[in-house]
């Protein structure tokens, strides 16, 4: 007896931590910038590239999916998390996957053969002074031999992190020794700051910068529409529309809007309506509890005190209107819009006017607001 029941779709959303959605929206120039540098025989620019974006813009998604690129072109990837020991860990993962290319240091070998009775062979290792650096060179030469390139990707941009500064200077060096190296880094904006300002790694600020940020209807539309077209099941254009509007340009709320909306009716050939609305309302309550809260937490008391005067508008605001409700100088506004800005919680709309770009983050603000209506701000003035 055979079944007429509609299989069922796995769904091929991916709102999970790092892993690389089926369609990257919005970020096509960077992915042929970036393949194109793989494929030159002269070194190219962008080589050296420091991506920044708030969370959920999609850094580790990226990082992980140009990996896979230059993989594919020959290149032996080291990936790793600005963490302590991501030196060590960078050059464990050289070794194995460069294993088909590289000899691991360090192991014993023949340094005298006798007979002495039938069979004398005595082994020695090698023991000479050794750093990171020195290792590493090793490693490069190696698989100049084979032709091959050596791309290390950091995650999670660590100022603070002296190793990660040694990184960043050391990088310096092979590239000055022409060496088929290349460095891709993500992070917070304000790490990410942080560290092309410190002066020991200065060259870090003539490489190549990304702020990674919203992405246009368009390119949301089209991620969508490919996904759920080429897993078997479809969805109208005024579906898509209306999803482009609720998901905001914000990378996560594409995977995070289109997982949800799947998953309500798995088995029908059509993403209804009501599946999308259904699927919109799980996802904003997901996007408070993974990204807006945790980007709340992180702000200061004036921070907020800058966000509540934006949220007393109904759209836009005019930042000479935020000067005056907080009764703050024009260079302290300044500052607070920079970092605002920096975390991709504002962004300018032209000049002198700003608005909020975190999806639902103003709502999450006002329902915070009925606790902490206009309060003065908090503590002395800045200077």
């Known amino acids: 007896m055979t079944s007429n029941a509609t299989p069922y779709l796995e769904n091929p959303f991916t709102p999970s931590f790092g892993q690389i959605p089926a369609h990257l929206a919005g970020r096509t120039d960077v992915i042929q910038t970036l393949t194109r540098a793989f494929d030159s025989t002269l070194r190219r620019p962008d080589l050296t590239t420091v991506f920044s974006g708030a969370r959920g813009t999609g850094k580790t998604a990226l990082l992980s999916y140009l990996a896979n690129q230059a993989q594919e072109r020959g290149w032996v990837v080291a990936s790793t998390t600005a963490i302590p020991g991501m030196l060590e860990d960078i050059e464990l993962r050289t070794l194995r996957n460069a294993q088909h290319l590289v000899q691991a240091p360090g192991g014993p070998s023949i340094s005298e053969i006798g007979i002495p009775q039938i069979v004398d062979i005595k082994l020695s290792t090698d023991a000479s002074p050794s750093n990171w650096r020195l290792r590493m060179d090793r490693i490069l030469d190696q698989l100049e031999q084979h032709h091959a390139g050596l791309l290390i990707t950091v995650d999670e941009i660590d100022p603070n992190l002296d190793e990660m500064v040694q990184l960043a200077a050391i990088y310096q060096h092979f590239v000055r020794e022409n060496r088929k190296v290349a460095l891709l880094m993500a992070g917070l904006p304000h790490n990410v700051s942080a560290l092309l300002n410190n002066k020991t790694v200065s060259f870090l600020r003539r490489a190549q910068t990304v702020a990674l940020g919203r992405v246009s209807d368009l390119d949301v539309v089209d991620a969508l529409f490919r996904t759920v077209q080429e897993h078997g099941r479809t969805i109208t254009q005024a579906n898509l529309d209306h ?141």
């Not at 921070?303 to 509540?308: G, H, K, S, T």
């Not at 930042?319 to 703050?328: H, K, M």
């Open 243 to 383: 999803a482009a509007r609720a998901i905001n340009g914000f990378p996560f709320m594409i995977q995070l809007v289109g997982y949800r909306a799947w998953d309500q009716n798995p088995s029908a050939k059509e993403i209804s309506s009501t599946d999308l609305n259904q699927g919109i309302e799980l996802a904003k309550r997901e996007m408070k509890s993974r990204i807006i809260q945790a980007t709340f937490q992180e702000l200061t008391d004036l921070e907020i005190q800058f966000l509540a005067a934006m949220a007393q508008d109904s759209g836009d605001s005019n930042v000479s209107d935020i000067q005056a409700r907080l009764d703050r100088s024009a260079s302290v506004i300044s500052q607070y819009k920079r970092r605002l800005i920096d975390a991709g919680i504002i962004g300018e709309r032209r000049r002198g006017i700003i608005g909020f770009d975190l999806p639902f983050f103003r709502e999450y603000l006002l329902e915070f607001l009925g606790e902490y209506p206009a309060k003065p701000a908090r503590g002395p003035k800045p200077c």
